[in-house]
């Protein structure tokens, strides 16, 4: 457990699925809605992010839920999957409520994200974002990301530009990555 003042980091459990979906819900009503239309959003979401979808991908090998905690309010989601044969950890969501945005719950999700790829010996963190989304753009680009190439990203009837973008793992002189 990672702990900033009363900021609380904790792997989800098996009834987290409603806050789960809760979160990604408000953040991407939030996020997206001024280039993707709401209908399709919400379609897309219950699809890809259905209560089972959720309980699925949370059951697989490899993958990861972390929720950052404000008191007793979820104010953050991450999910990681490890790539071990590619010596990645991919961080395939990162979301924070709107109203927490800027005051550290995403810092805190990608240091736990960095510990997790440090702790399966991983050589680079990757992830996605919607290139309309700038705000996102800037804050991965200034935590040292680089777009390795551009993809659609098929949301109902909507498709926008996703960019998708690494890092290498930062490791302490002593550490060495899996090669």
Not at 117 to 128: T, V
Not at 144 to 167: A, D, K, Q, Y
Request: proline letters at 5%; one cysteine or more.
């Amino acid at each position: 457990m990672i702990a900033m003042t009363d900021l609380v980091l904790k792997d989800a459990a098996a009834g987290d699925t409603g806050t789960i979906r809760s979160v990604l819900l408000r953040t991407w009503l939030d996020t997206y809605s001024p280039f993707v239309p709401e209908a399709d959003l919400r379609r897309y979401f219950e699809t890809a992010y259905s209560a089972a979808a959720v309980c699925e991908r949370l059951a697989r090998p490899g993958v990861r839920c972390t929720l950052a905690w404000r008191g007793d309010i979820c104010c953050g989601v991450m999910i990681t999957t490890l790539e071990a044969e590619k010596s990645r950890l991919a961080v395939s969501s990162l979301y924070v409520v709107p109203e927490e945005q800027g005051k550290g719950v995403g810092r805190l999700l990608l240091e736990r994200a960095e510990e997790e790829a440090r702790g399966a010996r991983c050589a680079m963190l990757r992830l996605g974002v919607m290139e309309r989304n700038a705000r996102a753009v800037e804050w991965y680009r200034r935590a040292g990301f680089l777009i390795e190439t551009t993809e659609p990203f098929i949301m109902g009837e909507t498709s926008v530009p996703h960019l998708l973008c690494s890092r290498p793992v930062s490791y302490p002189a002593h550490g060495e990555p899996r090669t």
